[in-house]
């Protein structure tokens, strides 16, 4: 151990870790009224690594340019009580085996928060920030019966509601802030 070797290995990997910590995240969350799903990506820098494996280019700190890396992409409950729980976390790159884009891990982390909490009889709002103002998102959170908040990056962006027996299309942002 001291030459760093050891004979054995543990058998926890970072799905297995997820997995749990969600688990325990909707525990905590079963009875709660309400949920708030909040979606948070962020970018893990690491300025200094030369032979991480599958490093990308993420925006530096300090200054214009950029750092060697990894994006998160995290989903934190919480319930009207107060209480949190882990929803969602994953590490990745642009540049790992298999990558096909930020949106389908994002598709991923709406797919699987809403399996786990597909039996929690409370309301369920996802709140984001403007990079989810997309269209595939909203509907993905809408199928699942959830609401959602998003801050606009369209501003412009239209939809279609059910009003009485028909379809109209109306704008589905307001000028005036939120309460909180």
């Known amino acids: 151990m001291a030459n760093q070797e050891t004979t054995k290995r543990s058998a926890l990997d970072a799905a297995h870790i997820v997995e749990r910590l969600q688990t325990v995240g909707v525990e905590r969350l079963r009875d709660e009224e309400e949920v708030w799903a909040i979606l948070d990506p962020s970018e893990l820098r690491k300025p200094y690594a030369r032979r991480m494996e599958d490093l990308m280019k993420v925006r530096a700190l300090e200054g214009e340019g950029t750092v060697p890396g990894y994006r998160t992409l995290n989903v934190l409950g919480v319930g009207r ?9 994953r590490l990745f790159s642009s540049s790992e085996e298999g990558f096909c884009s930020e949106s389908q891990e994002i598709q991923r982390a709406l797919a699987c928060v809403g399996e786990a ?6 309301k369920v709002t996802y709140i984001m920030d403007r ?15 959830n609401h959602l908040v998003c801050r606009l990056k369209h501003r412009e962006r239209l939809v279609e509601q059910k009003v009485g027996g028909g379809w109209k299309q109306v704008k589905v942002w307001r000028s005036n802030a939120l309460p909180f």
């Open 81 to 89: 009580s107060g209480r949190r729980g882990i929803l969602y976390h």
């Open 131 to 145: 990079q989810f103002d997309d269209a595939g998102v909203w509907a993905t959170i809408w199928e699942q019966g």
């Open 117 to 122: 909490l597909s039996e929690h009889r409370g």
